[in-house]
């Protein structure tokens, strides 16, 4: 009896260290578990602080083509300048982008460095075509241009301006004019004499032959000077014929005078090219490559390329072409730097077209690029760079 109770005694004691020890082992744990949680965290945060440093690493830089066009991208002073090449520039800092500059020479370098994917960004006067948006993309167009004709007025020797206004005059229309006259003043001398040779053959003799030179003087002294002295039909018939002659001459010498003027005034004062239907079968220069030579072949003109624009201008002032087509603002600006007075450009703006950036075909920089544009264009900075290069009156 005593030994059970004695049993009965040690049960509590005996649940008592199992529960005691049951909490250690559960506060153990605890710990361990939290030790091993703080670790867990300082390993997550340690590679993450880590991996930021590679996004402290500078960002690529846009590549840039370009090629030297005055007034839209040249260098000057060791500074990229130009219409095109400074509002890229200010369009890269509103975006935040950093950009490289490679310079080719031609527009279709341009275009075959995006559609290769060697370059990212077009700068320039290159023009919004069709089938240039076949293979690339453009931004919203920053400049409407078009072509233009410049000629030479005046130009060259004393002889060769002697020689020019003699074959003007030998045009078909004043040839056609100067054959009717003939033909009606011939008419008119034969009616003469007709009538006259018979009722005063003092004047008018009975041949045939000296009867007309006779009478084919006194027609032409009517229409010239009113008259001849001394000489006149005395006949009804004759005096009849001879009054019609004097009104008549009185219109074809006032057709005669007019056409003759405007002859001269037209082909010989204001040059021969007045525009582009003037530009077929003569010597025409542009720049090779350009979209302006297809134009010119396909118009039959006698294309003369050259590699750049001042080149084409000095052709056209040693008399090597007859006159320059291209993108009008390029001509205007050409003109302008040498301030001759004998260059001149006529003829409206023709094939009107519209200068963009050039990118790659699905560029991610075109929505930002065009955002930043509209947001230059409301502030100004469109007509800022037009007076700079282009003068007020742009």
Known sequence: MNARMQRRGKLPKRTDRLTRHSVRVFASTMRSLFLILVAAVFAALIPQAGAQAPAAAPTTKVRVVTRNLEPFSFEKDGRRIGYAAELWDQLARETGVEYDVQVVKTAQEIIDALKAKTADVGVGAI??????????????????????????????SFADNIFSLIANLFNLELIGAFLLLMVTMFIISHLVWRYEHKVNGDQWPEDYKAGMWESFWWTISTLLVGGADNKGPVGVGGRIVAVVWMLLSIVLVSLLTASFTTTLTINTLKGDINGPGDLPVRKVATVKGSTTETWLTAKGAKVVPFATPTECVLALKSGDVDAVVYDAPVLQYEAGKLNDEKLQMVGPVFERQNYAFALQQDSTLRERLNQALLKLSEQGVGNELRKKYFGEGQ
């Open 127 to 156: 023009s919004v075509t069709a089938k240039r948006e076949e293979i690339i993309d453009f931004t919203q167009p920053f400049y409407e241009s078009g072509l233009q004709v410049l000629v030479s007025g005046g130009s060259g």
